[in-house]
Structure formats: structure tokens, C-alpha cells
């Protein structure tokens, strides 16, 4: 089974305006709303592939914007743990400006987690967890949550033989990667900052493949944006390098391409054949105003993508 943790979930809405008037009346020309957080965007391969039962979400709901979050969470047919909680959940809103082709994402903070709920959160967590398991812990941390809340689930996981996934940032990456676990996806420049290396802009992929052979991490995956990605899985380094593309919006590229590999990879064990479907995946996401996936498109794509290993860890 593959639990996925959204810690600070939202309600997506976009907006899509033909023109936006700062200090006058603008019309919308229309909407949408969905579920956010990166948790549920981590979860959206599995979705739309109806493989919803392979995986397991675990979150915080409360309030006007929780109760349409639980039913959104119902009908794509998500099972999970859900903690109630006393405060509201928050929006996210992304503004569209469709004449500009340019969108504005407006990231609220969300509700202030209690002691109680927390604890209520972590039981029922640990309840649910298997030796086997994977458990992906995705996204930002809400207030009064510790900055160890990830370390602590980690280390408490790890140890009883769940192979966890961390894709934050910040302290709550910072922290949570002093837990060793068994997946770290993190961006170039938080990588480094680990590491305690200086980046040289000029020689920023060599830096970070250097980096990973003598990384602490067990597996890491290293996104560069547009220059692709570099990647430690089971001891190998490897190098992905993608076609330029025109990008629309890459709002949720990061979180489809992982739940994309962790899809593959726990199918098929194969390290290239993950990061492939990642990245094309994540490449036709860019595409589109909202978070899309696209396969038709990642097809395209993967005839572009160049992946090849490139070493291995001391």
C-alpha cells in the first residue's frame, strides 16, 4: 500500500479572466475548483488510471472548506484517514489571465492544528501502516505542527520497516531529512544547502551529481526545473535531460512526476522506466492551466527525454 500524508490540504480554485483591472471591476469568463494540496496532487496518476485502491490518503479536514474537501475526496473515490479538526480549511486560488497567458498563485496559510488532533492524526496513521508500505509525506507543514512533526513520523515509520518519502521544504525538509529516509525528492538548490556546498551557478549539475555519490541520503531525486533531473536510486546516479518546451503553468509538474515514479516503480522496479514516466508526465502537465495528465502528450515526449546513468555512490 502507498499512504500518502497531506498535512496542509486546500481547496484549489482558479479563476480565469480575458484581462485584470488592479483597481477595477474584473469578470471572471469562468472557474474551477478542486482538491489541492501536494498530497492530492502526488495522488492524481493514480486517479486517473482508477488504481485509487493502491493507495491511502491521510489529512486534516475541518470547517465550510473541509466538508467540501471530504466530498470532492469521495467522489474520485479516495479512501483514507481523515482528522477532523476544529479550524477551516484554506484556499488556494490561482488567477488565469488568459489574454497575458500568465496565471498568479495566492497560497493561503490554513488552520492551527491542536496537541489533540495531532495525536488523533498520528494514531491513526500508525494504525494504518504495514512493514512493505511506502508513505509519502508531501507538501508544507500547518501551524502548530512542530518543525519535527516529519522527522518524527519518519524515523517512527522507517523503524518498523516503512520505506518513506519526503518532499517538503524549508525546516520542515531540513529537519525531516536528518531521519535518513528512504526517498528524499528535493530541488537543486535545498540540495546543495544539505550538503553544505556553495553553488556555482555555472557548475550546478556537476556539483550535485558530485554531491549525491557522497550523499547520506539514501535514494534522492534532485529536480533542476527545465534542466531536468539528477537522481541517487539503489547506489546509481543518473542523469534525465528533457526537450524545451513552452510552459503554460508547471504548477503541480513536481508532485505529478512523483507520483508518477513511485506508480512505476512499485510496478516494475525499474529505475529508468520510472523516471521516464515521471518526467514526461510531468513535462505535459506544463501544458495546461490546471493540473492535468496528459498521456498523449507524455507519449510525445518520451521519444525526447534523454536518461542515462552516469555513476554510482562512494
Known amino acids: 500500500m502507498i499512504h500518502i500524508l497531506c498535512a496542509n490540504p486546500a481547496l484549489d480554485r482558479t479563476i480565469y479572466v480575458q484581462a485584470f483591472y488592479p483597481n477595477g471591476v474584473t469578470r471572471s469568463s469562468a472557474s474551477h475548483e478542486g482538491l ?26 475541518g470547517g465550510p472548506v473541509g466538508e467540501q474537501l471530504a466530498q470532492m475526496m469521495k467522489n474520485a473515490q479516495l479512501a ?22 500568465e496565471a498568479a ?23 494504518s ?3 512493505g508500505d511506502h508513505l509519502v ?26 520505506q518513506t518519502i519526503l518532499d517538503s521544504s524549508g525546516d520542515a525538509l531540513a529537519y525531516g531529512a536528518e531521519a535518513k529516509p528512504w526517498l528524499i525528492k528535493i530541488n537543486g538548490e535545498e ?34 526545473g527545465g534542466e531536468g533531473t539528477v537522481a541517487k536510486i539503489n547506489g546509481d546516479i543518473w542523469r534525465v535531460t528533457l526537450p524545451t518546451i513552452n510552459v503554460t503553468n508547471a504548477t503541480a509538474s513536481g508532485d505529478i512526476f512523483l507520483g ?6 512499485r510496478k516494475t522496479n525499474d529505475v529508468k522506466a520510472a523516471l521516464l514516466a515521471g518526467s514526461a508526465l510531468s513535462l505535459a502537465n506544463c501544458l495546461h492551466w ?22 554510482s555512490a562512494v
Not at 489541492?36 to 489529512?59: C, D, R, S, W, Y
Request: proline fraction near 4%.
Open 137 to 162: 509525506l508531501s507538501g508544507s507543514l500547518p501551524k502548530g505542527t512542530p518543525l519535527t512533526f516529519y522527522r518524527d513520523i519518519i524515523a517512527q515509520a522507517e523503524s518498523r520497516g516503512v
Open 36 to 61: 489541492g494540496g501536494k498530497g492530492f496532487n502526488v495522488a492524481l496518476p493514480f486517479i486517473v488510471t482508477n488504481e485509487q485502491k493502491t493507495i491511502h490518503m491521510h489529512t486534516f479536514f
Open 105 to 127: 498563485l495566492i497560497n493561503e496559510q490554513g488552520p492551527s492544528i491542536t496537541e489533540k488532533e495531532q495525536q488523533q492524526f498520528l494514531q491513526s496513521l500508525f494504525c
Open 290 to 311: 490546471l493540473p492535468t495528465i496528459d498521456f498523449a502528450q507524455a507519449e510525445q515526449y518520451q521519444q525526447k527525454i534523454h536518461i542515462e546513468r552516469v555513476g
Open 260 to 265: 508518477t515514479f513511485i506508480r512505476e516503480w
Open 80 to 101: 483514507g484517514e481523515t482528522t477532523f479538526i476544529e479550524g477551516d480549511n484554506r484556499y488556494c486560488t490561482i488567477l488565469v489571465n488568459e489574454s497575458k497567458q
Open 191 to 224: 540540495f546543495l544547502d544539505l550538503m553544505g556546498v556553495k553553488e556555482e551557478a555555472a557548475n550546478r549539475q556537476q556539483q550535485i551529481e558530485e554531491s549525491l555519490k557522497n550523499s547520506p541520503y539514501p535514494n534522492c531525486i534532485v529536480t533542476l
Open 129 to 131: 501502516l504495514k512493514a
